[in-house]
């Protein structure tokens, strides 16, 4: 069975998503050899972001819906029509799984993998009645040769107070804080928390946290005590 999505539930104040919380390759799908030097690294998944999300959830009773398949197979953070959804080099040399994929193989993996995903989250904020979705990443200090020294990136798009007023209060708990850094959610790397959170009326933020803090405990804890007094702080949807 290839049951692509695990969700944990609550009445918290928050609605969280996860969309490159695993590396697993579901029955069906193997790693090429050639494909196995990417295996444990940010290419497959968000290392760090799982725990951080069952934290937060289990800190606010929140519920949550995590991805247990590789970003590999499928992105869930990109639309079906991104170039990006079947990423196809990493570190300057291809990705042979996905190199010249077959439409049958990508409509299969949209199929059994991307729209349940996607269907999990739209069933979870229908339930909900947190007005918030907040999306959880992680990541790398070295992309592809390039250093990065940011600590936490809080991303956005027309929510630009909420980000800003979050990011002081993880400033408060010692995170050295940027917006829309590594990555812009005005440029729609907000994909998946802002499609269904606009659908749901409810108030979408992502989060990027380095990912060598997100597999620190102690870290990871500040981060997980300083985002929950926030959401609960904010829990009627209001600044």
């Not at 999505?5 to 104040?13: A, L, M």
């Not at 590396?23 to 990417?38: I, N, S, T, Y």
């Not at 079906?80 to 299969?108: C, H, K, W, Y």
Request: hydrophobic letters at 40%.
């Amino acid at each position: 069975m290839t049951n692509p999505v695990d969700t944990v539930t609550g009445p918290g104040p928050v609605l969280l998503t996860c969309e490159h919380a695993s590396e697993r390759f579901p029955p069906g799908w193997a790693w090429k050899e050639a494909d196995r030097r990417l295996q444990g690294t940010h290419w497959s998944y968000d290392l760090g972001a799982d725990p951080l999300t069952r934290e937060l959830a289990e800190r606010l009773h929140a519920p949550a819906v995590l991805a247990r398949f590789s970003r590999l197979l499928a992105d869930p953070n990109r639309p079906e029509d991104s170039p990006t959804l079947f990423r196809d080099s990493a570190e300057g040399l291809s990705i042979e799984m996905n190199v010249g994929i077959a439409l049958e193989e990508r409509q299969r993996r949209i199929e059994q993998l991307y729209r349940p995903y996607h269907a999990a989250v739209d069933a979870a904020a229908a339930a909900s009645a947190a007005p918030w979705m907040f999306s959880v990443h992680t990541f790398t200090p070295l992309y592809e040769g390039n250093p990065r020294t940011l600590e936490l990136g809080i991303l956005f798009d027309t929510e630009e107070d909420a980000a800003r007023s979050l990011g002081e209060r993880c400033a408060q708990a010692g995170f050295e804080v940027d917006y829309n850094e590594p990555y812009s959610g005005r440029e729609g790397l907000i994909y998946s928390v802002e499609r269904h959170a606009l659908k749901h009326g409810k108030r979408p933020l992502e989060i990027e946290l380095r990912n060598d803090l997100a597999e620190d405990p102690a870290k990871r804890g500040l981060l997980v005590e300083a985002l929950a007094e926030w959401f609960i702080e904010h829990q009627d949807g209001s600044l």
